[in-house]
């Protein structure tokens, strides 16, 4: 495999306090910014391989002589940490890589901190300690194992093909999408080792690297034209590489640094698609990215009011959900949503549009069951087929299901697996809602909901049942993917 070397920096210092003389961020006396765990620096010292733990450090300089990571080519690692908030605050290779005397002497991969460990967060978090504490509360921090397990046992449908392992294994994309690696021509013992590595090692969808290169500035500021050395810009409303029937190796690599897994996975809702594929919906249960900027459901007549404010405004995902560079990744009224609107307002404007899309969702969700129960004498035989198979049913041949039924049970997915309700994009949501709702005229006359099926049915309980389809549809099709 051909991939950039990954020496340098991850964007933090160690303290190393045991087995050597104790190293701190920048020389500071430890972490920035507070919160840390006191057993941090031990969780750093974990990190190294033991051929390393009697090294010694030998300065910034011990890297680059005899040529090992100096040199005068621009691309050399070395050349472009010079040019970092990293080195002027005096964060060097050592500091995140460990001590270099032993590698210096004997160059080889078990006797310096590098891939898998190096991509580890605990690395950053010797210094970025606050940030780090608010990463470790977000989905980001955890990893959904079965997609990595999947590309263990089938490395050519999860990682050559589908790329699951893109979006899911933070440490994939760091050395294998970042690095250059030509997938298609990965070997399945090479696929193995990195989805091997991501279960034991850095069991994480995104650390810190995955989405900041430790190693260099880049072009892509923040959303207040801060120089944070991102991989990837934090807009981008040109579509076209994540529109309809995209293939995998287009939208995993999508420059949007969200985007690039918080899509829907080349959602096409052309009828050649919801007729060809019926196992399952065909957008990814992380279409936000489609969502904001309208594009992926069946539209049908319009108009159609493809997106709002929230789809143009600088920043787009980071400006709701990371105000103050928060990394916990979650909405806060007061700071997300201004200056646009105070936090009452947002407050109440979010509260609204949600109601209006749970109730409009469930009406639904009724209608398309009214149909399965006059058609087929079971209301969940309008779902996917993988659905049906994980209820321990057996569905019905999907020639038998209208082309009308499959673009609002399309429809619907697309709304309810961009777990918004509506703040993200109302009027594309309730556009598709709405369209749905005239195919299902077209093949079921009655309007009316089944039978007392609404009667008290308070907005909570609504949404639990929207939730348990999104729940039962993500099983079903894993399970039937192993």
């Not at 490395?155 to 298609?184: F, K, M």
């Not at 309809?244 to 999508?254: D, E, L, N, V």
Request: charged residues 20%; aromatic residues 8%.
């Amino acid at each position: 495999m051909k991939a950039r070397h990954f020496f340098g920096i991850i964007a933090a210092a160690p303290f190393l306090a045991s087995l050597w003389a104790l190293q701190s961020c920048a020389g500071q006396g430890g972490p920035l910014g507070g919160g840390i765990d006191p057993g941090l620096s031990a969780a750093f010292l974990a990190l190294l391989p033991a051929a390393q733990k009697d090294a010694a450090y030998i300065g910034a300089t011990g890297c680059t002589d005899n040529g090992c990571h100096g040199g005068r080519d621009e691309e050399v690692v070395y050349h472009q940490w010079i040019d970092t908030k990293h080195a002027s605050v005096g964060t060097t290779c050592e500091s995140c890589h460990g001590p270099g005397s032993v590698h210096r002497d004997g160059p080889a991969e078990d006797n310096i901190l590098t891939f898998p460990k190096i991509t580890s967060a605990v690395v950053c978090a010797q210094c970025h300690g606050k940030v780090y504490d608010e990463w470790r509360l977000s989905q980001h921090s955890k990893l959904i194992t079965s997609p990595i397990m999947s590309a263990v046992q089938n490395p050519s449908t999860y990682a050559r093909n589908s790329r699951c392992v893109s979006c899911h294994s933070g440490l994939w994309r760091t050395q294998i999408d970042e690095g250059g690696v030509d997938v298609p021509s990965m070997s399945n013992a090479e696929v193995q080792v990195i989805a091997n590595n991501t279960l034991n090692d850095v069991p994480h969808t995104a650390s810190c690297v995955t989405c900041h290169d430790p190693h260099s500035n880049t072009d892509y500021l923040s959303d207040d034209g801060k120089q944070v050395q991102l991989r990837h810009s934090v807009f981008n409303a040109d579509t076209t590489e994540i529109g309809p029937g995209m293939p995998a190796a287009t939208f995993t690599r999508f420059n949007q640094i969200c985007a690039q897994c918080h899509n829907g996975r080349g959602a096409n809702p052309a009828d050649s698609a919801l007729t060809s594929g019926t196992a399952r919906p065909n957008m990814h249960d992380s279409n936000q990215f489609n969502m904001l900027m309208g594009i992926g459901g069946v539209e049908g007549s319009g108009p159609v009011i493809r997106n709002t404010a929230h789809a143009n405004i600088p920043g787009q995902c980071s400006k709701c959900h990371m105000p103050d560079s928060r990394h916990s990744f979650t909405v806060s009224f007061d700071k997300g949503c201004n200056p646009c609107h105070t936090a009452a307002d947002a407050a109440a404007r979010t509260s609204v549009v949600k109601q209006e899309i749970v109730d409009k969702l469930y009406a639904l969700r009724n209608r398309m069951n009214s149909w399965a129960l006059a058609t087929f004498g079971d209301e969940d035989m309008w779902e996917y087929t993988a659905t049906i198979t994980g209820e321990g049913k057996t569905p019905p041949n999907q020639t038998l299901v209208p082309i009308q039924v499959k673009r609002a049970r399309h429809n619907y997915y697309f709304v309810l697996r961009d777990k918004c309700f509506g703040p993200h994009n109302f009027p594309y949501a309730d556009h598709l809602i709405r369209i749905a709702n005239e195919n299902m005229d077209e093949v079921f006359a009655s309007s009316a909901s089944m039978p007392g099926r609404d009667a008290g049915m308070t907005y909570e309980r609504k949404m639990a049942i929207l939730l348990s389809d999104l729940e039962r549809t993500k099983r079903a099709g894993w399970s039937e993917d192993e």
